[in-house]
């Protein structure tokens, strides 16, 4: 009685989010990093994205940055990818939801470096017949951004990612942009 209708709705979203946030965190303290993110982190974020896209103007749409393993059209929360539709990660679900109102940009890294949790900085490691290598020796410069429907090389077949399971590209993403080397940002 004493807030409105919309406040009231974001106070339950982020309760539940604290919830799950924590159970996920209890699930990764404990050594099974799976299991937290497809009972609680994913759903978390689908949640999250639907109350974004339920307040967004019917003239805007919506920007999410995030890993390819999340936004990928047929990707699993379980790490499984047979798992997808029991377990989906967010692009899982919203790719059936939206349809084709759903485009995922996915990222390709030749080179460089990554950070890791811990604050580690990794080599990002291109592992032979990987898109990644596909990519380093199919394109010069530093960067490219294409649909993966081109036929400057065959994105229909399964290729190994880095920080992913093998994935064919044409089926998950519907643009790519591959950059030859990255580094990690300095936090401010």
């Known amino acids: 009685a004493l807030t409105d ?3 009231t709705r974001l106070a339950r979203r982020d309760a539940l989010n604290l919830a799950d946030g924590y159970r996920f965190l209890d699930r990764y303290s ?5 299991d937290g993110n497809k009972r609680y982190r994913e759903p978390g974020m689908i949640r999250n994205i639907g109350s974004l896209i339920a307040e967004l103007p019917a003239d805007e749409r919506l920007l999410l940055i995030s890993h390819n393993g999340h936004c990928g059209r047929d990707m699993s929360a379980s790490g499984i990818p047979a798992q997808a539709a029991t377990w989906p990660a967010f692009g899982t679900h919203y790719a059936t939801e939206l349809g084709a109102a759903y485009f995922v940009l996915g990222q390709v890294y030749g080179g460089g470096t990554q950070l890791m ?3 580690t900085e990794e080599p990002i490691d291109v592992a032979i017949d990987s898109l990644e290598e596909l990519l380093n020796g199919a394109i010069e410069g530093p960067a490219s951004l294409f649909a993966t429907s081109t036929d400057a090389f065959d994105l ?7 920080n992913m399971s093998a994935v064919v ?5 519907d643009a790519l942009l591959y950059l030859r080397a990255v ?3 300095t936090l401010r």
């Open 169 to 173: 590209p044409s089926e998950q993403f």
């Open 117 to 119: 949790i811990g604050g």
């Open 30 to 34: 404990a050594g099974d990093f799976w």
């Open 156 to 162: 229909s077949q399964s290729y190994d990612m880095e």
């Open 183 to 185: 580094e990690p940002i």
């Open 5 to 7: 209708a919309v406040s």
